[in-house]
C-alpha cells in the first residue's frame, strides 16, 4: 500500500473542513474528537463558549459561539466558518433538546422550542452549507443529521411526544434533502442514537451508565458508551460512504428489533 493510501485509511476526512453543533459536551464533543482524529478540521459551535475554546484548542480546530435557536446566528456560523477555513465540506446537525413528559401535559412553548431547535435550525443549517458547499469543486461534501430511536419507536417509560415527532421531521428532512441535492455532489444522511449516557439522559442513566431494568432487555443488554457512535459518524461523512445518501443509520443495541 503506498504512502497516500496509508494516510487515507488512517485519516479518511483529512482536509476536509466539519461543523459540528452541539459540540461542547457529550456526544457533540465525542464526534468531534473522532472527526479531527479522523484528519478533519472541526468548526466547534455551542453556547458555551469557554467549554467550546477548551476543547478546540485540545482539537486543533476552530471555536464558534453561537446560539443555533436563533436565525442570525446560524448564518453568523456557516459564515464565519468558512472566513476562516476557506472552505466548508461537511456539517453534524447534532444540537438538539429534549423535554420528556406525558403528551397531555407538554407545554406548547417547550414544543415550539423543540422544533425550532432539532427541526428548523438544522434545515436552515443544512441549505446554508449546502450553498457554501456547491461554491467549490469537486467531491467529499456530506451533512449528518443526529436524529433519534424516538424517530421510530415509541420509549414507553420516557414519554416524549414533541421530541419525537421533531426527530422523524428530521429524519424526513433528510431523505428529502438528499433527494433533491444528490446531483450536486451533497449526500445527506442521519444518525439515529439509542440511549448513551449524556446531558439530555440526566435522570434516566445515572453516573455509573446504568438505567432502567427495561434498557438491560435490549439484545446487547446495556446503553451505549463513549464511542460507540463515533465510527458511524466519520463512515457517513467520509469517502467510505461516497455511495449512500438518504440512509438512516441506528446505532441503538438492537432497540428497534424490540419495537
Not at 478533519?40 to 476552530?62: D, I, K, P, S
Not at 413528559?101 to 407538554?106: F, I, L, T, Y
Not at 438491560?216 to 465510527?231: M, S
Amino acid at each position: 500500500m503506498g504512502t497516500s493510501e496509508q494516510q487515507t485509511a488512517a485519516e479518511p476526512l483529512a482536509g476536509r473542513v466539519v461543523v459540528v453543533t452541539g459540540a461542547s459536551s457529550g456526544l457533540g464533543a465525542q464526534m468531534s474528537a473522532a472527526l479531527a482524529r479522523a484528519g478533519a478540521r472541526v468548526v466547534l459551535a455551542a453556547r458555551r463558549e469557554e467549554r467550546l475554546r477548551a476543547l478546540a484548542r485540545e482539537l486543533g480546530g476552530e471555536a464558534i459561539a453561537c446560539d443555533i435557536a436563533d436565525a442570525g446566528e446560524r448564518r453568523r456560523l456557516i459564515e464565519t466558518a468558512v472566513e476562516r477555513c476557506g472552505r466548508l465540506d461537511g456539517l453534524v446537525n447534532n444540537a438538539g433538546l429534549s423535554r420528556p413528559g406525558p403528551a397531555s401535559r407538554e407545554s406548547m412553548d417547550d414544543v415550539r422550542r423543540m422544533f425550532e431547535l432539532n427541526l428548523v435550525a438544522p434545515f436552515e443549517l443544512c441549505q446554508l452549507a449546502a450553498r457554501a458547499m456547491r461554491d467549490r469543486d469537486g467531491g467529499g461534501r456530506a451533512i449528518l443529521n443526529v436524529a433519534s430511536i424516538a424517530a421510530f419507536a415509541a420509549l414507553e417509560p420516557m414519554p416524549q411526544a414533541g421530541y419525537a415527532i421533531s426527530k422523524e421531521g428530521l429524519v424526513a428532512l433528510t431523505r428529502e434533502l438528499a433527494s433533491q441535492w444528490g446531483r450536486h455532489g451533497i449526500r445527506v444522511n442521519a444518525l439515529a442514537p439509542g440511549f448513551f449516557a449524556s446531558e439530555m439522559t440526566d435522570g434516566l442513566i445515572d453516573s455509573e451508565g446504568d438505567g432502567p431494568d427495561w434498557l438491560r432487555d435490549l439484545p446487547l443488554g446495556r446503553i451505549g458508551r463513549p464511542g460507540e457512535l463515533d465510527g458511524a459518524a466519520v463512515f457517513l461523512l467520509s469517502e467510505a460512504a461516497s455511495y449512500v445518501t438518504g440512509h438512516v443509520l441506528a446505532v441503538d443495541g438492537g432497540l428497534l428489533t424490540r419495537s
